[in-house]
């Protein structure tokens, strides 16, 4: 191993300098314009904003990254890499909740400095008051760069958490982290070989350490484009992985499951897939259909039955924990009479995972549902300027062995094959059963065309624990449908599918459901907008009198 991921790139550009590339896709009208830079001039230009940097007193903090331009993002991320500098990815705030969401990340990482584009630029500035200098130009010469005093301790970025569960935290990822991690990642099949394609943003733990610093580790070709490209006309990510051979590529469940549906036969026949050998899926529960829908749907187009590849990972882990073996069909396996889960693989490279009761704190035996606890060195140093939580989820041990990761995930083992069953923090306790909120969600989200994502959560009201459902609606596809159609159609289907009291139900448009930066949806924070009544663009609500007690208090 490197003394640091800076001498692990450098060594890359002396070996693949001229003969690997990042590939950028720019909407340009309804076409994509390319903009191509080899590692070399990466290299360059990381130098020249690490020389810059070395100047800067306000480098001494974390400096925080705002770019919607992901070629532009990586050469900030490097040059703070390169200048020993500590790096804190965020994405570009366009509303109110991810202006507060990006002002709290700047003051808890205790920022000075935020580096942007000249678009942006004013916009940043007029929402912080730490300095704000834009990237796209010339900012020092790459030739006075001298490699800093950096080696496996040193912090490299902060990555902060997405908030799917609570505040979000800044995990303190260290150079030997990141190596160890893409070390890891790159056993399952990446190498320089590898061309991949992707749309993750940059400020998610998939899109940087799985897509952009992996490129360079593993000596391999990125194509890579923004979300928004994406998920205007999602047949690009399609046409980008047939356009350049692409082998691998990587997103959440929700994206395949988009594809999936949206992909028309007119499009299909377009395209050639038989290139790809490896479309990771993680970030959110992997779901047998998505599996299976998009076998079906693009088994024509030269999709390999073995092609999607599910993954489990987090922040704190630094991105990989688990994946299954390239070349293999998932694993998939019954839990329970009406319950399917889908294998994510077994541990990574380095990395050892247990099943642990949370309440004793003791390891369960095999095919037992506990806490998922991990250790190894990808896992991160603890949360920034967080000493207590950093020693409650950090630093848990297993009598003499430790210390290890506590994941706050559920899941259990089977031949070492990890199966994911959900959040801890997010599990229902319904009349003393334990319910999984997106086992509920997925089974409302097949009842009608209409329904997209909604949220499962409980509340105390009455004494006793009520099921709330917050549902997604497209109203364009209703089809006559009316809401109160609907719904008394959701509270059928949820009290005969869980053998629970009928939930209360509240439909609302799409856009209402708050989810985070990587698609998953955002429970908890949904809870409190129902506590608060602050829910925006309610279409139709069925309560029980005790909860619209509880919201009137």
Not at 63 to 81: N, Q, T
Not at 147 to 167: C, E, R
Not at 380 to 401: I, K, V
């Amino acid at each position: 191993m490197q003394p640091s991921y800076v001498h692990h790139v450098r060594q890359q550009v002396s070996v693949y300098g001229d003969t690997r590339s990042y590939t950028y896709l720019r909407e340009a009208g309804r076409e994509l314009a390319e903009e191509i830079v080899t590692y070399r001039e990466l290299d360059r230009d990381a130098r020249a904003i690490a020389a810059w940097l070395a100047d800067r007193p306000e480098s001494a903090e974390p400096v925080v990254l705002l770019y919607l331009d992901g070629m532009a993002f990586l050469r900030a991320f490097l040059g703070c890499l390169y200048a020993g500098v500590v790096a804190v990815p965020a994405p570009l705030p366009h509303d109110e909740r991810s202006t507060q969401r990006v002002a709290g990340i700047i003051a808890d990482s205790g920022s000075r400095l935020v580096l942007t584009t000249n678009d942006f630029q004013p916009m940043v500035a007029a929402a912080t008051t730490a300095t704000v200098a834009a990237t796209d130009e010339d900012l020092g010469d790459p030739d006075a760069w001298r490699m800093p005093d950096i080696d496996t301790g040193t912090i490299a970025f902060l990555q902060y958490t997405s908030g799917s569960t609570g505040t979000p935290k800044g995990v303190v990822v260290t150079h030997g982290n990141l190596l160890h991690n893409e070390a890891a990642i790159s056993a399952v099949g990446f190498d320089d070989k590898t061309t991949g394609v992707t749309w993750i943003p940059q400020f998610h733990d998939m899109g940087l350490i799985g897509s952009l610093l992996l490129t360079i580790y593993a000596g391999a070709n990125l194509v890579f484009m923004s979300p928004t490209t994406f998920l205007k006309r999602p047949v690009r990510w399609l046409h980008a992985i047939d356009k350049y051979r692409a082998t691998c590529t990587c997103a959440p469940n929700f994206a395949y499951e988009l594809i999936a549906k949206r992909i028309t036969d007119e499009q299909l026949a377009d395209l050639d897939l038989s290139t790809l050998e490896i479309a990771m899926c993680g970030a959110e529960p992997v779901r047998e259909r998505t599996i299976t829908a998009v076998r079906e749907r693009f088994a024509s187009a030269g999709w390999r039955p073995t092609a999607l590849l599910p993954a489990y990972g987090l922040a704190e882990v630094t991105l990989l924990a688990t994946a299954g073996p390239v070349d293999a069909a998932p694993v998939i396996t019954d839990h329970g009479p009406d319950r399917t889960l889908v294998g994510c693989g077994q541990a990574g490279r380095g990395l050892d995972v247990r099943i642990v009761d949370p309440h004793t704190e003791q390891q369960v035996p095999e095919d037992t549902v506990g806490e998922i606890w991990i250790r190894g060195d990808s896992v991160a140093a603890g949360y920034w300027n967080r000493p207590a939580e950093t020693r409650q989820t950090f630093d848990a041990h297993l009598g003499d062995e430790g210390p290890f990761l506590r994941t706050g995930d559920l899941g259990l083992l089977r031949g070492g094959e990890l199966f994911v069953t959900g959040r801890r923090k997010d599990l229902l306790i319904i009349n003393a059963r334990n319910i999984y909120p997106q086992d509920i969600e997925e089974l409302v989200e097949d009842l009608h065309p209409a329904l997209t994502t909604g949220v499962a959560v409980s509340v105390d009201a009455g004494g006793r624990e009520r099921l709330i459902l917050v549902q997604g609606v497209k109203t364009a596809l209703l089809r006559g449908t009316t809401p109160a159609e609907l719904t008394s159609t959701i509270k059928l289907a949820v009290a005969r599918g869980f053998d629970v009291p009928a939930p209360n139900v509240v439909l609302v448009e799409s856009r209402a459901v708050h989810r985070t930066t990587s698609g998953k949806v955002q429970r908890n924070s949904m809870r409190t907008a129902f506590l608060e009544h602050s829910i925006g663009a309610v279409l139709h609500e069925d309560l029980e009198p005790a909860l619209s007690r509880t919201l009137t208090v």
